[in-house]
């Protein structure tokens, strides 16, 4: 059993550090100019993040693109304290990504943290999202939002990430990139940007190909992007923007168990049931793999009535994806099983419509935003065995045919007053989530699984910031918050007979308290302390071969500090440091779970830090990162060997040069330069015991673009 985490040292450390700041900030320059960072997440309106009670971090355009391949989202979310974000190397179950823990059990693809690109909803109403779908060649920044403020976008908001895409502008551009690098890693993008009487236009197309680091892991990515902006009447903005996703048989490699990773942490595990082929593996047998086919348009319209503003934005989509798992003949041969392939076609669309006015209010100024937010999302889903003909790997007998609907309708109301050093915010949210499923499969042994389900709840966000000088703030901020089921985990029960419409969303209490400072002319920091109590939190109840079923566990307890520190420290040297410290438990044990084990998935500690040179003229740059984290434990009786803890060193070089209208980038990439040997994630709760996801050794890449301006 893991010792118990001292909050309290922690908690003393952070006021040390705050009172010590503060005696700094005192000294400095009270006239010093901050470096404000223009948010728009937690307020929904521009504002300035240094005087927001909530934890919110900006990750600029260059650290997104300069010297990555820009295929993952993980490349730049790693150095946000508080979020954990891994590239799993398998492009047929997407990344993993957590926030203060919630997120950490997702099997695949991102639950728990809610994605938003451009203002068009990256996550379902039910709370699954897939951060795939983000162009990152385009992006201009990220913004990622924690703590109690994250429950103003309602349901499964343990966390938000919102990408922006930049607008058209300027002359006309092409711009060609192309990079390769370890294990057939290759990707070749061209994009054109400008504008033209008024016109601001994006277009972007990429492909991503890979052999992949793991056996059965190769994967080809397509993505397209294109984005319009205007101005139809003054003080109005219109944008529309649309991105297409397409991988046809992206490989599956699955997990192995701890003995086959220590054997080889490029193997899959051996299907010991082959007799005929001994040394095939599991993978290789079922031919594990998944196409996906995603597009999604939004068009929004932002209109300033003096201070006042109208937003409006509509937004729809396809998703259609067939997946082949890895189930045994005598599994799928069970009447109550949907099979082994799984195929469903989805078409979504939602709305989302604000006013906020500003007024003065006594010696301040009251800013009000009201609104309402609409998804619908709806499946044709059928499910296939795995078998025909003696064959595995190909789509045998109809095994589930049913229509499954989700919609969720949110009104919402957030206010702000700012007045003199006082800033106080606000809000309020109602979400209601109806699932529905109309069976079409009914077969002897197989009954009718139609039904539907309801889950409705408020959330209330209150905080407050007090502004001690103009370059120290400290703040305190409470939050109620919830997470339904996902239409995934209501899926399967244990027993296998059908929905689990029993299932109960989990309620969450979120405090935080922190403080923001910007020391000397050139260094910020923000420091938080939080704790969040969780009432019904849903676990994995079984898994095996992609096969998932989830039940309500007791209480949770997550209390952790955070710390995010960027410098410029002269001669062209700034520093990056993000620090998380985290205490995830069962408050109250069940089962063989005892009070006191840590959540699944969940690291207590993990860190990022980075030191970057670029030279006067900004020509040529260099970094040296480091990332770090504790063990990690993958069932939650933390009964089984958990995943070692790892600290591993990146190190990467870029320049760039340009004459008349030609512009030219290069870079290159080394990651983990002193070739650790790790596990990147892990797949929570498998029956199997098959956790371990392996990263690579040490690899590489580089890249070289070209563009020039008409």
């Known amino acids: 059993m893991p010792q118990p985490f001292r909050l309290n040292a922690i908690a003393s450390l952070f006021a040390a550090g705050a009172a010590a700041l503060a ?49 993952n989202a993980s490349e730049a979310l790693s150095s946000v304290p508080g979020l954990v974000a891994q590239n799993r190397h398998n492009y047929a179950q997407d990344l993993q990504i957590s926030s203060r823990g919630f997120g950490a059990r997702s099997a695949f693809g991102v639950r728990g943290v809610r994605l938003i690109s451009d203002g068009v909803p990256a996550t379902m109403p039910d709370g ?73 236009y994006v277009i972007d197309v990429s492909r991503f190909e890979t052999d992949g680091y793991r056996a059965h892991s190769a994967a080809t990515r397509d993505q397209a992007f294109a984005k319009l902006t205007m101005q139809p009447l003054e003080g109005g903005k219109l944008t529309l923007v649309a991105n297409s996703l397409r991988q046809d048989a992206t490989q599956d490699p699955l997990g192995a168990t701890w003995a086959t990773y220590q054997r080889d942490p490029r193997a899959g595990e051996i299907d010991l049931l082959d007799t005929a082929t001994p ?106 065995e795995n078998f025909i003909g003696g064959q595995f790997g190909v789509q045998g007998a109809l095994r589930r045919d049913e229509e499954d609907t989700l919609s969720s309708l ?15 915010t606000g809000g309020l949210r109602h979400t209601r989530l109806k699932v529905t499923v109309a069976d079409r499969f009914i077969a002897p042994g197989n009954g009718n699984d139609s039904g539907s389900v309801e889950f409705s709840h408020t959330t209330p966000v209150l905080g407050v910031l007090y502004k001690v000088n103009p370059v120290l703030n400290v703040y305190a901020s409470a939050a109620r918050g919830f997470e339904t089921p996902t239409l995934n985990e209501l899926f399967y029960s244990s027993t296998g007979s059908g929905f689990n419409f029993s299932l109960r969303a989990a309620q969450s209490t979120h405090v935080e308290a922190g403080v923001k400072t910007v020391v000397g002319a050139g260094t910020r920091i923000n420091a938080a302390l939080f704790q969040v109590k969780t009432t019904d939190e849903l676990v994995v109840d079984r898994s095996s071969g ?65 030191l970057a040179w670029k030279d006067p003229s900004e020509r040529f740059g260099a970094a040296l990162e480091t990332i770090a984290t504790s063990k990690v434990y993958p069932d939650d009786a933390n009964s089984d060997i958990p995943a070692p803890g790892y600290a591993i ?16 980038k290069q870079f290159v990439r080394v990651n983990n330069l002193l070739d650790r040997q790790y596990v990147g994630s892990l797949i929570v709760g498998d029956a199997n015991k098959r956790y371990y996801e392996a990263a690579p050794g040490r690899n590489w890449m580089a890249g070289a673009s070209v563009a020039y301006a008409f």
Do not use: C
């Open 23 to 71: 005696a700094s900030s005192h000294a400095a320059d009270a006239g010093a100019p901050l470096a404000g960072v223009v948010v728009v997440s937690a307020s929904r309106v521009e504002h300035n993040s240094f005087d927001l009670p909530a934890s919110i971090d900006v990750i600029d355009a260059a650290r997104i693109r300069d010297g990555q391949m820009r295929v």
């Open 128 to 200: 699954q999202g897939q951060p795939s779908a983000f162009n990152l060649d385009m992006a201009e920044r990220i913004e990622v939002l924690r703590g109690p403020f994250s429950a103003i976008y309602g349901n499964h908001s343990g966390g938000v990430i919102q990408l922006f895409t930049r607008d058209g502008k300027g002359r006309p551009t092409l711009e060609l990139n192309v990079a390769a690098g370890s294990d057939g890693a290759r990707k070749l993008d061209l994009n054109a940007q400008g504008s033209n009487g008024g016109l601001g």
């Open 279 to 384: 040394k095939r593996t599991l993978a290789e047998r079922y031919d594990t793999r998944k196409d996906i086919n995603h597009q999604q348009a939004g068009l929004s319209y932002d209109q300033r009535f003096g201070d006042d503003r109208l937003h409006l934005m509509v937004y729809g989509g396809n998703r259609q994806v067939t997946q082949f798992q890895a189930f045994s003949r005598a599994f799928q041969a069970s009447p109550t099983h949907s099979g082994g392939v799984v195929d469903f076609d989805r078409d979504f669309y939602g709305a989302d419509i604000n006013w906020t006015h500003v007024r003065a209010l006594g010696a301040g100024k009251l800013t009000i935003t009201a609104g309402l937010d609409y998804g619908q999302s709806k499946d044709e889903r059928k499910g296939y």
């Open 410 to 424: 949110d009104p919402y109301l957030q206010a702000q007053w700012d007045a003199g050093p006082w800033v106080l």
């Open 546 to 610: 992609g096969r998932t079923s989830y039940k309500n566990a007791s209480r949770t307890l997550r209390q952790g500090a955070e710390l995010s520190l960027d410098s410029s420290l002269g001669g062209g040297f700034n520093a990056r440091l993000a620090l998380t410290a985290l205490r995830a438990v069962y408050d109250q044990g069940f089962g063989n779970v005892l009070a006191g084990s840590r959540l699944p998935g969940v690291p207590n500690a993990n860190m990022f830090a980075e």
């Open 649 to 664: 060193v990146n190190a990467r070089f870029d320049a760039k040069q340009s004459s008349g209208p030609w512009r030219f």
